[in-house]
Nanobody, 126 residues
Framework: QVHLVESGGGSVQAGGSLRLSCVASEFTDSTYCMGWFRQAPGKVREYVARIYTNSRNTYYADSVKGRFTISQDGAENTVYLQMNSLKPEDSAIYYC???????????????????WGQGTRVTVSS
């Protein structure tokens, strides 16, 4: 499993931006799927975005498409989530997750991922 550490959360006003980082201990090969999820109080963990470390292909939840961008710095084993035009409903704890790009399952389902970070809190005020 990969050890993941998130950072970059904080408090911003609606319309503001934040960039989250997820540093992986190491990628033993280049075929990972790295995902961002979020969980608000009293709600289930929700898929946000994912990136494949070999192809760099990216995919987004409809709720964040056009506002969030997931990217990767392969040299630093780091995945980023740039969040723009933030809304109060984006407030949550954001988690980074990793799994093999060959894993069987829905990559929007948290159960498909085998490694998780500790989470970083994002609060957006209106």
């Amino acid at each position: 499993q990969v050890h993941l550490v998130e950072s970059g959360g904080g408090s911003v006003q609606a319309g503001g931006s934040l960039r989250l980082s997820c540093v992986a201990s190491e990628f033993t090969d280049s075929t990972y799927c790295m995902g961002w999820f979020r969980q608000a109080p009293g709600k289930v963990r929700e898929y946000v975005a994912r990136i494949y470390t070999n192809s760099r292909n990216t995919y987004y939840a409809d709720s964040v498409k056009g506002r969030f961008t997931i990217s990767q710095d392969g040299a630093e084993n780091t995945v980023y989530l740039q969040m723009n035009s933030l809304k109060p409903e984006d407030s949550a704890i954001y988690y980074c997750a990793a799994t093999s790009s060959r894993a069987v399952g829905d990559y929007r389902d948290p159960a498909t991922y085998v490694s998780w970070g500790q989470g970083t809190r994002v609060t957006v005020s209106s």
